[in-house]
C-alpha cells in the first residue's frame, strides 16, 4: 500500500513538472506588453508608426526582423553601430545598449515588433532566451 501510494505520487509529481516545462509561451500577452516597452523606450526613434525617419531605421514591413533571434536579442542588449541596411536604404546611426531593460521587457517588445507594425513572425522569443545572452 505504501509502495503503491508512493509511486503514484512520483508519478504525479513528473507530470506536473513536465507539463510546466513544456507550456506554451502566450505571445498575446507578450506583444500586448511588449507594445507598452515599445512606446517607452522605442517610438521616440523608430517612430509611432514604426517607419523610422531618414537616420533610424524602421521596425515596421521589415525583413531586418527575420534576423536570427540571437542578433535582434544582442542589438537591444549591446547597441547597434555601424551601416545597416534596412529595406534597401543604408543607416548609419547608433542605437545604444538598453541592457538595463529586464528579460521580460526586452522578449515582449521584440515579440511586439515582429507581430505588428506590418510583420507576422509568429515564433514567440522568450524571456529565458535573453538572460541566456545577458
Do not use: W
Amino acid at each position: 500500500m505504501y509502495k503503491a501510494s508512493l509511486l503514484s505520487c512520483l508519478v504525479l509529481g513528473i507530470g506536473i513538472l513536465t507539463t510546466s516545462f513544456f507550456q506554451k509561451y502566450d505571445l498575446p500577452k507578450s506583444i500586448e506588453r511588449g507594445k507598452e516597452v515599445y512606446a517607452s523606450y522605442c517610438m521616440s526613434c523608430h517612430m509611432v508608426d514604426g517607419n523610422g525617419t531618414d537616420f533610424f531605421p524602421p521596425v515596421a514591413k521589415t525583413n531586418y526582423l527575420k534576423k536570427p533571434v540571437k542578433t535582434l536579442i544582442n542589438i537591444i542588449l549591446q547597441g547597434q553601430s555601424g551601416e545597416i541596411m534596412v529595406n534597401k536604404k543604408k543607416y548609419d546611426a547608433l542605437m545604444p545598449a538598453q541592457a538595463y531593460l529586464e528579460d521580460e521587457q526586452i522578449a515582449d517588445v521584440l515579440n511586439y515588433i515582429r507581430n505588428s507594425l506590418g510583420n507576422k513572425i509568429p515564433v514567440a522569443i522568450t524571456p529565458a532566451q535573453v538572460k541566456a545572452l545577458r
